[in-house]
Structures are given as structure tokens and as C-alpha cells.
């Protein structure tokens, strides 16, 4: 079960320090490219908290699954 949490994290990208770091520039592009509407607002919300998320259970399962 370990090997199989530490595969997924792996392919879905693991602590990858390029991502992390360029990931608000790509939602900063986004939003300069389609408009600061209330939508691609909300959008983008739910796509940093998702990621946010998905950063703090990867650090999680990494801590706990060493």
C-alpha cells in the first residue's frame, strides 16, 4: 500500500520545486489573458486551493510513509 500512495504521488508530480514556483505566474498569465471576470476568479480559487491541498497530503504521506 505504501509503494502503491508513493507511485501515485510520484507520477502526479511529487514535490516538484519547478511547478511550485511557477505555478502563480500561470495563474497570474491566465488571469491577464482571459480578464479578471468573477468566474476565471473563482476558477482559479478552487485550482490553488486544490493544489494547496494536494502539496500539504504529499508532505503528509511523504512524512509518514518514509
Not at 516538484?16 to 476565471?40: A, H, K, M, Q, R
Amino acid at each position: 500500500m505504501k509503494k502503491y500512495i508513493k507511485t501515485i504521488i510520484s507520477i502526479l508530480g511529487g514535490t516538484n520545486l519547478v511547478y511550485e514556483l511557477f505555478l502563480p505566474f500561470i495563474i497570474l498569465i491566465i488571469l491577464i489573458t482571459n480578464g479578471l471576470s468573477f468566474i476565471n476568479i473563482i476558477i482559479v480559487s478552487i485550482v490553488t486551493i486544490l493544489v494547496t491541498l494536494y502539496k500539504v497530503l504529499d508532505v503528509i504521506y511523504l512524512k509518514y510513509l518514509e
